[in-house]
C-alpha cells in the first residue's frame, strides 16, 4: 500500500518585542526609506529576554503545530528542527524542544541548510514516512537571529529577525500530501554568508571576539544574485518532477528574506501571478530557516489554501543552499473540542514536573556516586596509615 506524507498540523510564535525600521535609525546609520525600499521589510519581531532562545520559541511554535493537529506531543515519532542560531552547537536545540513538550515518543535532531533548512527537514519527514521509518514527524524552524547580529552593521542588522514555524508531516493512504522536492548546495559559496567564529576550524578565543568574528558576515550582492537565480530554476524543476506545470500551482511561498527577490525571482522571471505569491516580511524581516513555516501557517490561517491546491515552499541560504517542495493540500484539519486540548495541555505542566524529577534524580545520583569515590580514596588513605596498602617497588 502506497503511503504518503500529509501536513497534518501547523503553528508558529514570534517574540512580543517588535522594533521598527525608526528603532533601529537609532542605532546605526539607516532610515525606514532605505530599508523599505531596498528589503520590504518594515518591522521584526526580537527576543528581549535573556530566557528567551531558539529552543523557547521552537517550544511554542511547535504546542501551536500539535494544537492545531489536535495530536498529544507523545504522539510524535521524531522531531526535525533546523536552525543557524541553536541553543548551543550540541546538545541538539531539538532536544531540549523534545524535553519542553514532552515528546516522549520522538527522536530529535538538528538540521543546518541555513534558510533551506526547514524545506530540507520537509524533505527528510517526508523520507521517514514512505519509509515507514516513522508516521508523524514535526518539523520545526526557529531563529533568534538577534544574538548572531552585529548591531553595529547596518549591512546585516537590519535584515533579520527572530521567530519559530512548526508543522506535522503524518503518514496517510489518501494520495497527496508532499509530492516532490529539489535539494541543491554549492559549497564554493560558503564564504558569502557565514558566522566565521566558535566552530572546530576557528574556535572562540578573545582575538575572535575582538575581531567580531562571532557575528554574521555577508555578502548580500553576491547572495542576491545567487538567490534570485536559484529560486527561480528550483521552483521550475520541482513542478516539473511532480508531473505539474506553474499553471497548476496556486501557492508560492517563498523564503522570506527580501521582497525584491521574490519579484525578481518568482514574479518576473517564472512569469508568475504576484497575488499568488504569499509574502508577509514586511512584519517580520528574515527569519532564516522560520521564514517559511510562519509564511505558511499565515496562509493557511488566512484562508489561502485549500483541499486540492499545489503550493511550492522555495528557499535559499547559506550553504550555500537552495531546496523547493511542492505540496497538494489535504482536507481540512478539525479543531478538537475543548476538553480534549485542555487534556492535551495538561501534559505540559505534568511534563515539566516529570523532566524536573529526572534532572533532580540525576543530581542525587551524581552527588552520591561522588560520596562513594570519596569514600574510596578515604579508605585508601586508612589502608595506607594502617600500613595495609602495599610499597610501590622502585
Ligand atoms: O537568507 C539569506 C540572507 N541574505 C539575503 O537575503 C541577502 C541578499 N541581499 C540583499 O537582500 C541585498 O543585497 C541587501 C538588502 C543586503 C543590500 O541591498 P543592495 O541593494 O544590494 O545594497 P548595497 O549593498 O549595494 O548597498 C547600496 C548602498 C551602499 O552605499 P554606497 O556604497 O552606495 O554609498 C551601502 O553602504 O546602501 C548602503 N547601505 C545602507 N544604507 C542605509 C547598506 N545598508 C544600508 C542600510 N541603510 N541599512
Given at each position: 500500500m502506497?503511503?504518503?506524507?500529509?501536513?497534518?498540523?501547523w503553528?508558529?510564535?514570534?517574540?512580543?518585542h517588535?522594533?521598527?525600521?525608526e528603532d533601529?535609525?537609532?542605532?546605526?546609520?539607516?532610515?525606514?526609506?532605505?530599508?523599505?525600499?531596498?528589503t520590504?521589510?518594515?518591522e521584526?519581531?526580537?527576543?528581549?529576554?535573556?530566557?528567551?532562545?531558539?529552543?523557547?520559541?521552537?517550544?511554542?511554535?511547535a504546542?501551536a503545530?500539535l494544537?492545531?493537529?489536535g495530536?498529544?506531543?507523545?504522539?510524535?515519532?521524531?522531531i526535525?528542527?533546523?536552525?543557524?542560531?541553536?541553543?548551543h552547537l550540541f546538545?541538539a536545540t531539538?532536544?531540549?524542544?523534545q524535553?519542553?513538550?514532552?515528546a516522549t515518543?520522538?527522536?530529535?535532531?538538528?538540521?543546518?541548510a541555513?534558510c533551506?533548512?526547514?524545506?530540507y527537514?520537509?524533505a527528510?519527514?517526508?523520507?521517514?514516512?514512505?519509509?515507514?521509518q516513522?508516521?508523524?514527524v514535526m518539523?520545526?524552524?526557529?531563529?533568534?537571529?538577534?544574538r548572531?547580529?552585529?548591531?553595529?552593521?547596518r549591512n546585516?542588522?537590519v535584515?533579520f529577525g527572530?521567530?519559530?514555524g512548526?508543522?506535522i508531516?503524518?503518514?496517510?493512504?489518501?494520495?497527496?500530501?508532499?509530492l516532490a522536492?529539489?535539494?541543491g548546495?554549492?559549497?564554493?559559496g560558503?564564504?558569502l554568508?557565514?558566522?566565521?567564529?566558535g566552530?572546530?576550524?576557528?574556535?572562540?578565543?578573545?582575538?575572535?571576539?575582538r575581531r567580531?568574528d562571532?557575528?554574521?558576515?555577508?555578502?548580500?550582492k553576491?547572495?542576491?544574485?545567487?538567490?534570485?537565480?536559484?529560486?527561480a530554476?528550483?521552483?521550475?524543476?520541482?513542478?516539473?518532477?511532480?508531473?505539474l506545470?506553474l499553471d497548476?500551482v496556486?501557492?508560492?511561498?517563498p523564503?522570506?528574506?527580501?521582497?525584491?527577490?521574490i519579484?525578481s525571482?518568482?514574479?518576473?522571471?517564472?512569469?508568475?501571478?504576484?497575488?499568488?505569491?504569499?509574502v508577509n516580511l514586511?512584519r517580520?524581516?528574515?527569519?532564516?530557516t522560520a521564514?517559511i513555516?510562519?509564511?505558511?501557517t499565515e496562509?493557511?490561517e488566512t484562508?489561502?489554501l485549500?483541499q486540492?491546491?499545489?503550493?511550492?515552499?522555495?528557499?535559499?541560504?547559506?550553504?550555500?543552499?537552495?531546496?523547493?517542495?511542492?505540496?497538494q493540500?489535504?482536507p481540512?484539519i478539525?479543531?478538537l473540542?475543548?476538553?480534549q486540548r485542555?487534556?492535551?495541555?495538561?501534559?505540559?505542566p505534568?511534563?515539566?514536573?516529570r523532566?524536573a524529577?529526572r534532572?533532580g534524580?540525576r543530581?542525587?545520583?551524581?552527588?552520591w556516586?561522588?560520596?562513594?569515590?570519596?569514600?574510596?580514596e578515604?579508605?585508601?588513605?586508612l589502608?595506607s596509615?594502617?600500613g595495609?596498602k602495599?610499597?610501590?617497588?622502585?
Amino acid at each position: 500500500m502506497a503511503r504518503y506524507s500529509h501536513i497534518v498540523g501547523w503553528g508558529m510564535y514570534t517574540p512580543e518585542h517588535v522594533v521598527t525600521n525608526e528603532d533601529l535609525a537609532k542605532i546605526v546609520e539607516t532610515n525606514d526609506a532605505w530599508i523599505r525600499s531596498r528589503t520590504g521589510i518594515r518591522e521584526r519581531h526580537l527576543v528581549d529576554n535573556p530566557q528567551e532562545s531558539s529552543s523557547t520559541l521552537a517550544a511554542r511554535a511547535a504546542r501551536a503545530a500539535l494544537e492545531r493537529a489536535g495530536l498529544p506531543p507523545t504522539a510524535l515519532d521524531m522531531i526535525i528542527l533546523a536552525t543557524s542560531s541553536p541553543d548551543h552547537l550540541f546538545p541538539a536545540t531539538a532536544c531540549i524542544v523534545q524535553d519542553a513538550i514532552g515528546a516522549t515518543n520522538a527522536g530529535a535532531y538538528d538540521l543546518s541548510a541555513a534558510c533551506s533548512g526547514f524545506v530540507y527537514g520537509m524533505a527528510m519527514a517526508h523520507g521517514l514516512i514512505v519509509s515507514g521509518q516513522a508516521n508523524t514527524v514535526m518539523v520545526i524552524g526557529a531563529e533568534t537571529l538577534s544574538r548572531l547580529v552585529d548591531w553595529s552593521d547596518r549591512n546585516t542588522c537590519v535584515l533579520f529577525g527572530d521567530g519559530a514555524g512548526a508543522v506535522i508531516l503524518q503518514g496517510r493512504e489518501e494520495p497527496g500530501g508532499f509530492l516532490a522536492s529539489v535539494l541543491g548546495a554549492d559549497g564554493s559559496g560558503a564564504g558569502l554568508l557565514t558566522l566565521p567564529a566558535g566552530g572546530s576550524r576557528l574556535p572562540a578565543s578573545v582575538e575572535t571576539v575582538r575581531r567580531g568574528d562571532h557575528y554574521i558576515k555577508m555578502d548580500g550582492k553576491a547572495v542576491f544574485r545567487f538567490a534570485t537565480r536559484v529560486m527561480a530554476n528550483a521552483t521550475r524543476q520541482v513542478v516539473e518532477k511532480a508531473g505539474l506545470t506553474l499553471d497548476d500551482v496556486e501557492l508560492i511561498v517563498p523564503h522570506q528574506a527580501n521582497v525584491r527577490i521574490i519579484e525578481s525571482s518568482v514574479v518576473r522571471q517564472l512569469k508568475f501571478p504576484r497575488e499568488k505569491v504569499f509574502v508577509n516580511l514586511e512584519r517580520y524581516g528574515n527569519t532564516s530557516t522560520a521564514s517559511i513555516p510562519m509564511a505558511l501557517t499565515e496562509a493557511v490561517e488566512t484562508g489561502r489554501l485549500k483541499q486540492g491546491d499545489h503550493v511550492v515552499l522555495v528557499g535559499f541560504g547559506a550553504g550555500l543552499t537552495w531546496a523547493a517542495a511542492l505540496i497538494q493540500w489535504g482536507p481540512p484539519i478539525p479543531l478538537l473540542p475543548r476538553w480534549q486540548r485542555w487534556w492535551h495541555q495538561a501534559w505540559y505542566p505534568f511534563h515539566r514536573a516529570r523532566s524536573a524529577w529526572r534532572r533532580g534524580l540525576r543530581r542525587v545520583l551524581a552527588a552520591w556516586l561522588g560520596t562513594k569515590e570519596r569514600s574510596q580514596e578515604e579508605f585508601e588513605g586508612l589502608r595506607s596509615r594502617a600500613g595495609l596498602k602495599k610499597e610501590k617497588k622502585e
